[in-house]
């Protein structure tokens, strides 16, 4: 067997609490984050990639992990985004017809740091009980007080701006340029599974970076815009939300996903709040109010919509709501042509349930 001797690791959480693991690999060093879990047994490659985690450490609570190996075009974006990897047991082999690699390369080409051999039932249930918090993944197992010290110099995800980290510096086009529509998507976070299902639907994409104005993105003369994912906090992403603003008052057609659904009910002037623990998984079952059908969602996000801020505005209606804490999913204004979701109608990984909201963002643009 590979790694006979893995080099005893630890997780330390913001309150003291330890957990006991191994280094994956050869791997050695200490990663900060705020300490987060998914669910998925599924779609680990294109989790670890998505911009949305950017900042976090994630615990998988599928007890497998690595199995599979990975494959190049599997990913959300160029490189792996979440700060560092919990887990059960690691896998050092794969198989799977269509795979190229093993996840310990992949992790390695991105140099992210991972333990396994973590009691990752006992893991979760403690964040369960007591919210997500801030910690720090290490091989460094002699020097807790030095990484108490540092843990707590680390900010808190809430009030946290971090779009800027994750989003493309120059725009950029996506999609076939014959395509009968355009849209301007703004980048704060943006998986590639969502520029493929929007561009399948015969339009062509001109992304920007996260502080672009809204009059840049009206000189590409798009039929709609988009908001997208995105990791951190909604609140301090102003320049996003006065760009939701001109749209919104002009009765452009606008969709937003997750992040950018946030963003869509900030520029409303409904608040957003810090969840105990987000909801991260592809089982999560949501309701849509308008057909009352169900959905099953994937999903990823720790910050959710005001409710009753939300129900009280007069043109907001709350379009979705998730079923296992009656969270806002979906919104939409009766005005305007605007909509948006918490979760994601992309996949990537997950159930394709919710992909006919890309159709309904090109009914809108046809409109
Ligand atoms: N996937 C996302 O866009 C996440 C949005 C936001 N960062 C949250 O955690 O709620």
Do not use: W
């Amino acid at each position: 067997m590979k790694y006979q001797k893995r080099q005893k690791a630890i997780i330390l959480l913001a309150d003291g609490t330890i957990f006991h693991g191994k280094a994956v690999g050869n791997k050695q060093g200490t990663s900060f984050g705020e300490v987060c879990f998914n669910t998925g047994m599924t779609g680990y490659q294109e989790i670890f990639t998505d911009p949305s985690y950017y900042g976090q450490l994630m615990v998988a609570t599928n007890a497998h992990i690595g199995n599979y190996g990975t494959k190049a075009d599997e990913i959300e974006s160029d490189s792996i985004k979440i700060a560092g990897l919990i887990v059960k047991n690691f896998s050092y082999d794969y198989s799977r017809v269509g795979a190229d690699d093993s996840l310990e390369n992949f992790l390695d080409k991105n140099n992210l740091l991972a333990i396994s051999d973590v009691d990752t039932r006992a893991l979760v249930s403690y964040i369960r009980d007591h919210g997500a918090m801030n910690a720090v993944i290490s091989t460094e197992i002699d020097k807790i007080d030095e990484l108490k010290k540092q843990l707590a110099e680390v900010p808190n995800m809430e009030g946290l701006e971090l779009a800027s980290k994750v989003s493309t510096k120059e725009p950029y086009y996506f999609g076939d340029e014959n395509a009968t529509y355009k849209v301007a998507a703004l980048d704060i976070g943006i998986k590639k599974n969502i520029l493929r299902n929007i561009a399948s639907r015969d339009v062509y994409i001109k992304v920007f970076p996260y502080n672009a104005k809204f009059e840049d993105l009206e000189a590409f003369k798009p039929d709609g815009y988009f908001l997208s994912n995105g990791p951190g906090d909604p609140e301090p992403l102003v320049e996003a939300q006065a760009v939701a603003k001109e749209i919104i008052k002009r009765d452009l057609p606008l969709f937003g996903i997750c992040l950018g659904h946030q963003v869509i009910a900030l520029a409303n002037g409904v608040s957003t709040y810090k969840m105990h623990n987000g909801h991260r998984g592809i089982n999560h079952p949501v309701k849509n109010m308008i057909t009352g059908k169900g959905e099953i969602t994937s999903q990823n996000h720790g910050f959710a919509v005001n409710r009753e801020e939300a129900e009280s505005h007069p043109d907001l209606e709350i379009t979705h709501v998730h079923l296992n804490d009656n969270t806002v999913a979906g919104l939409a204004m009766k005005s305007k042509n605007v909509f948006s979701v918490q979760y994601h109608p992309e996949a990537s990984p997950g159930p394709h349930d919710s992909s006919y909201l890309f159709d309904q963002f090109v009914e809108n643009i046809k409109k």
